[in-house]
T-cell receptor, first 113, second 114 residues
Framework: GAGVSQSPSNKVTEKGKDVELRCDPI?????LYWYRQSLGQGLEFLIY????????KSGLPSDRFSAERTGGSVSTLTIQRTQQEDSAVYLC???????????FGAGTRLSVL | AQSVTQLGSHVSVSEGALVLLRCNYS??????LFWYVQYPNQGLQLLLK??????LVKGINGFEAEFKKSETSFHLTKPSAHMSDAAEYFC????????????FGKGTSLLVTP
């Protein structure tokens, strides 16, 4: 079966533009996580979805960041009015529920010029 | 709060030599601990995990790690390095909040020289 799929693999944008990053989790996985990997901060948790429950947004760094998950499957991470410090690799992971092994996608490398 | 510290952002070993990547954790309760590997332009791949039970955990590609509660450590080892082991390695602790999201160390880049 397919793993976690993320698109695009690379995204270059201008400062101030909005971007959308997509994550397609493994089929049947109810939990989905977004992480950010940057040179200065390492790997940071951003947001967590479990089924149709309200997401845990405790890791989002600012209100410019938002995410949704439609139908309990595909998720979109949106960054509004991008800043240079948003440049990072955004990783998505999914699993069958809290406490189980998380499987990661290859990530989206975002470059804000 | 649970956190991990990886000692050494870069480690270099010769092919065939012992690999030792250090990880110490800070946790008020027994943690779940993980080692992930990341090859260039790829996502994270699980090497091994410790939850409960046997403290010596064997993973893929010949790697193993030992959970030492008294030292709050979970160091990763491999007896003989291969060129293909060159990658970034991350130690992580799983905490109960946020659906058991992972709290990662800063990572250690392993270089294997001929």
């Amino acid at each position: 079966g397919a793993g976690v799929s993320q698109s695009p693999s690379n995204k270059v944008t201008e400062k101030g533009k909005d971007v959308e990053l997509r994550c397609d989790p493994i089929s049947g996985h109810t939990a989905l996580y977004w992480y950010r990997q940057s040179l200065g901060q390492g790997l940071e948790f951003l947001i967590y979805f479990q089924g149709n429950s309200a997401p845990d947004k405790s890791g989002l760094p600012s209100d410019r960041f938002s995410a949704e998950r439609t139908g309990g499957s595909v998720s979109t991470l949106t960054i509004q009015r991008t800043q240079q410090e948003d440049s990072a690799v955004y990783l998505c992971a999914s699993n069958t529920g809290p406490g189980n092994i998380q499987y990661f996608g290859a990530g989206t490398r975002l470059s804000v010029l | 709060a649970q956190s991990v510290t990886q000692l050494g952002s870069h480690v270099s070993v010769s092919e065939g030599a012992l690999v030792l990547l250090r990880c110490n954790y800070s946790s008020s309760v027994p943690p779940y601990l993980f080692w992930y590997v990341q090859y260039p332009n790829q996502g994270l791949q699980l090497l091994l995990k410790y939850t409960t039970g046997a403290t010596l955990v064997k993973g893929i590609n010949g790697f193993e790690a030992e959970f030492k509660k008294s030292e709050t450590s979970f160091h990763l080892t491999k007896p003989s390095a291969h060129m293909s082991d060159a990658a970034e390695y991350f130690c992580a602790v799983q905490y109960g909040g946020s659906g058991y999201a992972l709290n990662f160390g800063k990572g250690t880049s392993l270089l294997v020289t001929p």
